[in-house]
C-alpha cells in the first residue's frame, strides 16, 4: 500500500529563515508531486506541483524532486509569519486525481 | 479560482442518527471528492465521483454514503453516524483525471456525541 513519509512532523523557524521540509514516496509508480498548504480553519491549498528531476522555484518557495530516490523536499525562503500552517506532501501516479494519496503533514511555525 | 463551497461550517449529532454534509463547486469540474482529516492521519479519501448519478468507493468507505444529483452537488452521508466519524470532512474537486490539483472546500466539522 502506497505510504507518503514526512519529516519533521514539526518545524519551527524564526522570521526571515529557510525551512525545510521533507517527503518520500514509498511506490515507484507514484512519482506526480504536490505540496499543499493549510492555515488553521482552511481548507488545503495546492502550493505547488513538481514532476521533473531537479528544483522549481515559486517565489521564496523551492520544491526539489529527485526521481530515484522518490524524494521531494520544499524549502521556504524568508519565512513569514503567515507561513505558519500545516503542510501536506501529495502523491499520485499521474493517472487520477482520485488515487492521491497524503502525508500526515509537516506543521511550521514561523517566529516574529 | 476554483470555488468549493461546503456546509454547514460546523455540526454536533447524536450516536445513531442521521448527518448529512453537502459541497456545491461553481468549477464546472467533473470530479469531486470527499475527504476525512485525523490528527496524525493527514487526508484519506471517502468517496469520489467523475460524473452526475455515479460514485465510486475511496480508501475508507466503510459507514458513508456519497450523492452526486448533478455536477455541481455532492454529499456525504452518514446514515448511522458513530462516534469514531468525528472529524473534520474536506469536498474538493478537479478538472480532470490526470495528475490534476485538488481544489478543497473550508470543511466541516463534526462532532459526533
Known amino acids: 500500500q502506497q505510504k507518503v513519509q514526512q519529516s519533521p512532523e514539526s518545524l519551527s523557524v524564526p522570521e526571515g529563515g529557510m525551512a525545510s521540509l521533507n517527503c518520500t514516496s514509498s511506490?515507484?509508480?507514484?512519482?506526480y508531486f504536490w505540496w499543499y498548504r493549510q492555515h488553521s480553519g482552511e481548507g488545503p491549498k495546492a502550493l505547488m506541483s513538481i514532476f521533473s528531476d531537479g528544483d522549481k522555484k515559486e517565489g521564496r518557495f523551492t520544491a526539489h524532486l529527485n526521481k530515484a530516490s522518490l524524494h521531494v523536499s520544499l524549502h521556504i525562503r524568508d519565512s513569514q509569519p503567515s507561513d505558519s500552517a500545516l503542510y501536506f506532501c501529495?502523491?499520485?501516479?499521474?493517472?487520477?486525481?482520485?488515487?492521491?494519496?497524503f502525508g500526515s503533514g509537516t506543521r511550521l511555525l514561523v517566529s516574529p | 479560482e476554483a470555488a468549493v463551497t461546503q456546509s454547514p461550517r460546523s455540526k454536533v449529532a447524536v450516536t445513531g442518527g442521521k448527518v448529512t454534509l453537502s459541497c456545491h463547486q461553481t468549477n464546472n469540474h467533473d470530479y469531486m471528492y470527499w475527504y476525512r482529516q485525523d490528527t496524525g492521519h493527514g487526508l484519506r479519501l471517502i468517496h469520489y465521483s467523475y460524473v452526475a448519478d455515479s460514485t465510486e468507493k475511496g480508501d475508507i468507505p466503510d459507514g458513508y454514503k456519497a450523492s452526486r444529483p448533478s455536477q455541481e452537488n455532492f454529499s456525504l452521508i452518514l446514515e448511522l453516524a458513530s462516534l469514531s466519524q468525528t472529524a473534520v470532512y474536506f469536498c474538493?474537486?478537479?478538472?480532470?483525471?490526470?495528475?490534476?490539483?485538488?481544489?478543497f472546500g473550508s470543511g466541516t466539522r463534526l462532532t459526533v456525541l
Open positions: 511506490d515507484r509508480n507514484f512519482q
Open positions: 474538493a474537486s478537479s478538472v480532470t483525471v490526470s495528475a490534476e490539483t485538488l481544489y
Open positions: 501529495a502523491v499520485s501516479p499521474g493517472t487520477g486525481g482520485y488515487k492521491v494519496v
